[in-house]
Nanobody
Framework: QVQLVESGGGLVQAGGSLRLSCAASGRTFSRYAMGWFRQGPGKEREFVAAMHWSGGSTYYADSVKGRFTISRDNAKNTVYLQMNSLKPEDTAVYYC????????????????????WGQGTQVTVSS
């Protein structure tokens, strides 16, 4: 059973930083792509960032490019999202996700690419 557990959310002032973590268990973590999504109040869930299983390719939403960085530590079965220069519009519940198959077809940017999701962690950015 694949499990994803996010942590690291909280309340931060605009311009501040947070680092989210997502601990994975239940299978060989290093073989699978990982992604981060978020859902703001009254909004649909949207793509934030993703990383190829090898760590060689990363993908970002335009809204976070240059401010957020996705990384992974395969030895710790953990993926991170470093968030800098936070803005009030970054306020959301952040979810990590991973696909069922190692060689999944489709786009990293789409929810349908992912099969397993964490429970989410709240990030609130005050102005």
């Amino acid at each position: 059973q694949v499990q994803l557990v996010e942590s690291g959310g909280g309340l931060v002032q605009a311009g501040g930083s947070l680092r989210l973590s997502c601990a994975a268990s239940g299978r060989t973590f290093s073989r699978y792509a990982m992604g981060w999504f978020r859902q703001g109040p009254g909004k649909e869930r949207e793509f934030v960032a993703a990383m190829h299983w090898s760590g060689g390719s990363t993908y970002y939403a335009d809204s976070v490019k240059g401010r957020f960085t996705i990384s992974r530590d395969n030895a710790k079965n953990t993926v991170y999202l470093q968030m800098n220069s936070l803005k009030p519009e970054d306020t959301a519940v952040y979810y990590c996700a991973t696909p069922r198959y190692a060689k999944n077809s489709g786009s990293y940017y789409h929810e349908g690419f992912y099969d397993y999701w964490g429970q989410g962690t709240q990030v609130t950015v005050s102005s």
